[in-house]
């Protein structure tokens, strides 16, 4: 069995991705534009010595922006416009942004965005689908062919599988998306069903065949919750 993830892992990476853009002085954080009024009347705070700037909206037609990732000196947001958890809803929304607040590009990406995380190592975006029912995965490489940037992954073994081990049977989804300096990938389980599947997911990722096929998020255990 994998040695087991440190609890702060899994918000490391996102940590590490937003300082970085903020800076010594302030920390920026992205408004999610007119569609996220409840965020805006939250009035969120910062300590002593930080300030909060809103740099962009999210793009019409894009709505329900949640996690955020930094890869190669931009910022990529998932909107979840009106997808549902466990499958359905149409597409999600993955907006690139300049720091700047300039959009770069956007992709429409099926089912609903959830985890988001980047990895440098291979320069792509990765994104957990529908965090309670009929989960999978997805990467977008900015960087490469448009026929070849995004690839949609499904999960081996399902974890919602009648003859799915028990350590990997949460009877739920996939959640937040961790990659470590090495490269691994972890995902957490979500919305479990059972009390004895694993807390959080290693991932390893095959492409597909083609650039238009789906690849295998093969899936092993880490440490119960």
């Given at each position: 069995m994998p040695q087991p993830v440190p609890l702060d892992r899994r918000n490391r990476n996102r940590t590490?991705?937003?300082?970085?853009i903020a800076g010594l002085?302030?920390?920026?954080?992205?408004?999610?534009g007119p569609a996220s009024t409840a965020l805006a009347a939250a009035k969120p705070t910062v300590p002593a010595g930080y300030t909060i700037?809103?740099?962009?909206?999210?793009?019409?037609?894009?709505?329900?922006?949640?996690?955020?990732?930094?890869?190669?000196g931009h910022?990529?947001?998932g909107c979840q416009d009106k997808t549902l958890s466990n499958g359905g809803g149409g597409n999600s929304t993955l907006v690139e942004y300049s720091?700047?607040?300039?959009?770069?590009k956007t992709w429409s990406i099926k089912d609903k965005i959830d985890g988001l995380q980047a990895d440098p190592l291979k320069n792509f975006v990765i994104a957990s689908l529908d965090e309670d029912a009929a989960t999978h995965m997805v990467t977008v490489t900015p960087s490469a062919a448009a026929s070849k940037q995004v690839t949609y992954y499904t999960y081996?073994?399902?974890?919602r599988g009648a003859s799915t081990p028990t350590a990997l049977r949460t009877g739920g989804g996939t959640d937040q998306v961790t990659v470590d300096s090495a490269g691994h990938i972890f995902t957490t389980g979500s919305h479990a069903g059972t009390s004895t599947g694993t807390?959080?997911?290693?991932v390893v990722l095959t492409p597909p065949k083609?650039?238009?096929g789906t690849g295998k998020a093969t899936l092993s255990s880490t440490y119960l919750d």
């Amino acid at each position: 069995m994998p040695q087991p993830v440190p609890l702060d892992r899994r918000n490391r990476n996102r940590t590490r991705a937003r300082w970085a853009i903020a800076g010594l002085a302030s920390l920026t954080l992205l408004a999610a534009g007119p569609a996220s009024t409840a965020l805006a009347a939250a009035k969120p705070t910062v300590p002593a010595g930080y300030t909060i700037t809103k740099i962009a909206n999210a793009p019409a037609g894009a709505a329900n922006c949640d996690d955020i990732a930094f890869l190669a000196g931009h910022l990529f947001v998932g909107c979840q416009d009106k997808t549902l958890s466990n499958g359905g809803g149409g597409n999600s929304t993955l907006v690139e942004y300049s720091l700047s607040g300039a959009v770069v590009k956007t992709w429409s990406i099926k089912d609903k965005i959830d985890g988001l995380q980047a990895d440098p190592l291979k320069n792509f975006v990765i994104a957990s689908l529908d965090e309670d029912a009929a989960t999978h995965m997805v990467t977008v490489t900015p960087s490469a062919a448009a026929s070849k940037q995004v690839t949609y992954y499904t999960y081996s073994p399902d974890p919602r599988g009648a003859s799915t081990p028990t350590a990997l049977r949460t009877g739920g989804g996939t959640d937040q998306v961790t990659v470590d300096s090495a490269g691994h990938i972890f995902t957490t389980g979500s919305h479990a069903g059972t009390s004895t599947g694993t807390a959080v997911f290693k991932v390893v990722l095959t492409p597909p065949k083609t650039p238009t096929g789906t690849g295998k998020a093969t899936l092993s255990s880490t440490y119960l919750d």
